[in-house]
């Protein structure tokens, strides 16, 4: 059976620059400190929760990157749908500032799982593929 609709639009986050040249040089300093600045900073920022859960899972703080990878998820969720997202579509991999929502999302899948939140697991890593299954090859070779 073929579906007849049309796919919604990619949706596409705005760029901002002040928070990722913040976030460039927190990856030049290189500590948990410079990183926890750019949330702290920027907190509607997926892209800084997103580096903080990516560390946290890292160094073994599965409870903390849960923690961070929520924060980034949810405040992706809230620009996704400033953004004219409705609930599904894509959200590609390829569009840099979708990025963080899209890297929150994975660490959030795989700190889910560590805990015993399967089913939360789950439902996050499908959401991944549903908004671009390149973002999860390319987060998993990171």
Do not use: K
């Amino acid at each position: 059976m073929q579906n007849l609709l049309p796919e919604p639009p990619a949706t596409l986050l705005p760029v901002h620059e002040e928070a990722e040249a913040e976030l460039a040089a927190a990856e030049q300093a290189g500590t948990d400190e410079a990183y926890a600045e750019v949330a702290a900073r920027f907190p509607t920022f997926s892209a800084g929760w997103g580096a903080l859960a990516t560390r946290a899972l890292a160094q073994g703080q599965v409870v903390p990157a849960y923690a961070f990878a929520r924060t980034g998820y949810h405040r992706g969720l809230d620009q996704l749908r400033r953004n004219g997202w409705r609930g599904h579509g894509p959200v590609p991999w390829a569009h840099e500032p979708n990025r963080g929502f899209l890297r929150c999302l994975y660490v959030l899948s795989r700190a889910a799982g560590e805990i015993g939140e399967a089913d939360e697991a789950a439902r996050c890593a499908q959401f991944l593929r549903d908004c671009d299954p390149a973002a999860g090859d390319a987060l998993a070779s990171d």
